[in-house]
């Protein structure tokens, strides 16, 4: 999703690039379903719209219009309503493989875009002037900058000596679809249990993305479940509000961990998106992540460009990373906090983040704060971010 979307952006301003993923439209499509939905702050929309590709996701994706905190059997919560802030929803969701074929169809479409998919890398020779990539189709690429979003195992990452700062944790994310008989009203939920978050994310129509945060040595035989068995589990934690429900399509699991590269970049080589760094899914921002970097890269590269200047020297590069550590390094903490403050069953720790939930949501500021996170619409943004041209 970042590498696509980095690439139709760049393409977009008047660079020209080579797109090369092991997936593909064709690929995608013998895929038919693939378990995650991703939310999508609004400042990532505006970017997706801006390079052309919303278009492609309005009718498939679903407003966040609030966002309802809980913290197991307590009374106290807190509620994000977005016309609390006066602006549009706090931003969609929509399921990834919708998400990547959407980016597929748009990139098909821009001139100056050499989309090589399905293919991947054989050899990348990085020398002093230029970078030469072999694909297994036998095309070879010579360009002045490769840029890796092949995700969190990439393998030129680790060719290039780039450490990761990594730590796992004793949960794994479980996911699965459920069909509802009572609308959701574009609501986001996010129950803390003890083992983690359980996040109740509205799609598009009756149906729902869950997000099930499990103790590790309790998935396997969680995974393991009939479906009937399943779908007890699932309606114990989910409760009555949304009806009956069933279970669409089969379950996912995700084991969860935190990474983050200790440089975004090499001789000629820049990590967007997960090959640079990875969070929690605990706030939903990965990807998100992974948009600003593609834009933030996009506005660099181009500014460079117009100066005349070389794309892969470290000057170029070096901009593009001071511009998105802080964020990232950020988002990781915060992400990492949250996880470890609500996963935790101390008595005195579960009444004090309960107050501050309740506390929180009685104060306008500081949920109005909360919000303008939540959408991405903080801090010194690229300008595709904020719905500009590059
Ligand atoms: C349970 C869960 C829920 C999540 N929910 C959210 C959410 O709601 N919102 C959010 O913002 N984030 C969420 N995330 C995080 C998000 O899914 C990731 O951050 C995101 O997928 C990273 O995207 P990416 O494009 O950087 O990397 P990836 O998705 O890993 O994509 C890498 C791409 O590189 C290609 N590739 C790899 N190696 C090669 C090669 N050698 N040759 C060619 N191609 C190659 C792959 O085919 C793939 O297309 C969630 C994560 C989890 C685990």
């Given at each position: 999703m970042v590498g696509l979307t980095f690439a139709i952006a760049a393409a977009r301003a008047g660079l020209s690039v080579a797109l090369v993923d092991r997936e593909s439209p064709a690929t995608l499509q013998a895929e038919p379903f693939d378990g995650r939905a991703s939310a999508i702050a609004y400042s990532s929309q505006r970017l997706l719209d801006a390079i052309g590709v919303w278009r492609h996701l309005a009718d498939v994706a679903e407003p966040i219009t609030d966002i309802r905190i809980s913290d197991g059997e307590s009374r106290l919560f807190l509620h994000f309503d977005h016309r609390e802030l006066g602006a549009g929803p706090m931003g969609a969701m929509a399921e990834n493989r919708f998400i990547r074929r959407a980016l597929f169809a748009e990139a098909g479409r821009v001139d100056g875009l050499d989309v090589h998919a399905p293919a991947r890398l054989s050899t990348v020779e990085r020398g002093d002037a230029f970078v030469r990539a072999t694909l297994d189709t036998g095309a070879s690429i010579v360009a002045p900058l490769v840029v890796d979003?092949?995700?969190?195992?990439?393998t030129l990452r680790r060719d290039a000596g780039i450490a990761v700062v990594d730590w796992t944790y004793p949960q794994i994310a479980i996911v699965c679809t459920v069909n509802h008989e009572?609308?959701?009203?574009g609501v986001a939920h996010e129950r803390f249990l003890a083992a983690g978050p359980f996040a109740i994310l509205p799609l598009r129509g009756n149906r729902s993305s869950l997000v099930w945060t499990e103790r590790r040595d309790l998935a396997p035989a969680i995974l393991a479940l009939d479906e009937a068995e399943f779908a007890t589990e699932i309606r114990q934690r989910l409760g009555e509000f949304l009806g009956a429900t069933t279970v669409e399509g089969p379950r996912w699991s995700f084991p969860l961990a935190v990474h983050h590269a200790e440089?975004?970049?090499d001789q000629r080589l820049v990590l967007i998106g997960d090959a640079a760094h990875g969070v929690h899914p605990i706030a939903g921002q990965g990807v998100n992540l992974g948009f600003r970097d593609a834009a933030a890269l996009a506005e660099v590269l181009i500014d460079a460009s117009r100066l005349g200047l070389d794309l892969g020297t470290s000057p170029v590069l070096e901009r593009y990373e001071r511009w998105r550590r802080f964020d990232n390094t950020v988002l990781i903490a915060v992400t990492d906090g949250l996880n470890r403050l609500f996963a935790n069953d101390i008595p005195l720790v579960k009444l004090a983040r309960d107050l501050g939930l309740a506390a929180v949501n009685e104060l306008p500021a500081l949920k109005r704060f909360f919000m303008s996170h939540a959408r991405g619409t903080?801090?010194?943004?690229p300008r595709l971010l904020e719905g500009r041209a590059l």
């Amino acid at each position: 999703m970042v590498g696509l979307t980095f690439a139709i952006a760049a393409a977009r301003a008047g660079l020209s690039v080579a797109l090369v993923d092991r997936e593909s439209p064709a690929t995608l499509q013998a895929e038919p379903f693939d378990g995650r939905a991703s939310a999508i702050a609004y400042s990532s929309q505006r970017l997706l719209d801006a390079i052309g590709v919303w278009r492609h996701l309005a009718d498939v994706a679903e407003p966040i219009t609030d966002i309802r905190i809980s913290d197991g059997e307590s009374r106290l919560f807190l509620h994000f309503d977005h016309r609390e802030l006066g602006a549009g929803p706090m931003g969609a969701m929509a399921e990834n493989r919708f998400i990547r074929r959407a980016l597929f169809a748009e990139a098909g479409r821009v001139d100056g875009l050499d989309v090589h998919a399905p293919a991947r890398l054989s050899t990348v020779e990085r020398g002093d002037a230029f970078v030469r990539a072999t694909l297994d189709t036998g095309a070879s690429i010579v360009a002045p900058l490769v840029v890796d979003a092949s995700g969190r195992y990439s393998t030129l990452r680790r060719d290039a000596g780039i450490a990761v700062v990594d730590w796992t944790y004793p949960q794994i994310a479980i996911v699965c679809t459920v069909n509802h008989e009572r609308p959701h009203g574009g609501v986001a939920h996010e129950r803390f249990l003890a083992a983690g978050p359980f996040a109740i994310l509205p799609l598009r129509g009756n149906r729902s993305s869950l997000v099930w945060t499990e103790r590790r040595d309790l998935a396997p035989a969680i995974l393991a479940l009939d479906e009937a068995e399943f779908a007890t589990e699932i309606r114990q934690r989910l409760g009555e509000f949304l009806g009956a429900t069933t279970v669409e399509g089969p379950r996912w699991s995700f084991p969860l961990a935190v990474h983050h590269a200790e440089r975004y970049s090499d001789q000629r080589l820049v990590l967007i998106g997960d090959a640079a760094h990875g969070v929690h899914p605990i706030a939903g921002q990965g990807v998100n992540l992974g948009f600003r970097d593609a834009a933030a890269l996009a506005e660099v590269l181009i500014d460079a460009s117009r100066l005349g200047l070389d794309l892969g020297t470290s000057p170029v590069l070096e901009r593009y990373e001071r511009w998105r550590r802080f964020d990232n390094t950020v988002l990781i903490a915060v992400t990492d906090g949250l996880n470890r403050l609500f996963a935790n069953d101390i008595p005195l720790v579960k009444l004090a983040r309960d107050l501050g939930l309740a506390a929180v949501n009685e104060l306008p500021a500081l949920k109005r704060f909360f919000m303008s996170h939540a959408r991405g619409t903080v801090g010194k943004l690229p300008r595709l971010l904020e719905g500009r041209a590059l």
